[in-house]
């Protein structure tokens, strides 16, 4: 079956900073990415999402990155504020599905 | 309702015992997904339904879970005979679109404990 997964499990950064957050996929039939924000005793959060014809797209504050020949996405996090810690997922959509990676834990440090 | 709602938000079972978990998605929202996420994991594919149908359960762990949403709106997850695997967040999401390519919007859960 496919597989999303993350480089990292936790991430710690200084407020302000930018934070980077990667993740890799395996099925290369995938054609819509999601990146989730969840924070604790919370369900997933939309942050934002690219389809495959597209190798970047910006959002407020967030840019997601796809590289298709390497199979990799990555969440950047223009000046990184407290609320910002939560745990990160991709999501992968194959036909009906989104598959999940486990997540990365990002901690932002004030 | 503003967002997709779950009830209860928490659920204590007693092995052995049926549990029923309800979803009520955001309302003209066609698709409606169930998840399972373990502590420390990622959300991991239960179900899908398309308004009543039921056109992917290839998630569902065993055949004690059963999911239905009979009238296109409101789904729920039925969980016969819990085991203490079983424990876990229950999560529902619903999109407005088919076929996945649209944002998917989550429910805060129901947290299942079996004991």
């Known amino acids: 079956g496919e597989s999303v997964g993350l480089h990292l499990p936790t991430l710690s950064v200084q407020e302000g900073d930018n934070s980077i957050i990667n993740c890799a996929y395996s099925?290369?039939?995938?054609?819509?990415f999601i990146w989730y924000k969840q924070e604790s005793g919370k369900g997933p959060q939309f942050i934002i999402d690219i389809r495959s014809n597209m190798d970047k797209r910006q959002g407020q504050r967030v840019t997601v990155l796809l590289n298709k020949t390497v199979k990799h996405l990555s969440l950047q996090i223009a000046a990184t504020q407290p609320g910002d810690s939560a745990v990160y997922f991709c999501?992968?959509?194959?036909?009906?599905?989104?598959?999940f990676g486990t997540g990365t834990s990002l901690t932002v440090i004030p | 309702g503003a967002g997709v709602s779950q009830s209860p938000r928490y659920k204590v079972a007693k092995r052995g015992q049926d549990v029923a978990l309800r979803c009520d998605p955001i309302s003209g929202h066609v698709s409606l997904f169930w998840y399972q996420q373990a502590l420390g994991q990622g959300p991991e594919f239960l179900t899908y339904f398309q308004n009543e149908a039921q056109l992917d359960k290839s998630g569902l762990p065993s055949d004690r879970f059963f999911a239905e949403r009979p009238e296109g709106s409101v789904s729920t997850l039925k969980i016969q005979r819990t085991q203490k695997e079983d424990s876990a967040v229950y999560l529902c999401?619903?999109?407005?679109?088919?076929?996945?390519?649209?944002?998917?919007?989550f429910g805060q859960g129901t947290r299942l404990t079996v004991v």
């Open positions: 099925n290369s039939a995938s054609d819509y």
């Open positions: 999401a619903s999109s407005l679109g088919t076929g996945g390519h649209t944002e998917a919007f």
């Open positions: 999501a992968e959509n194959t036909g009906n599905q989104f598959y």
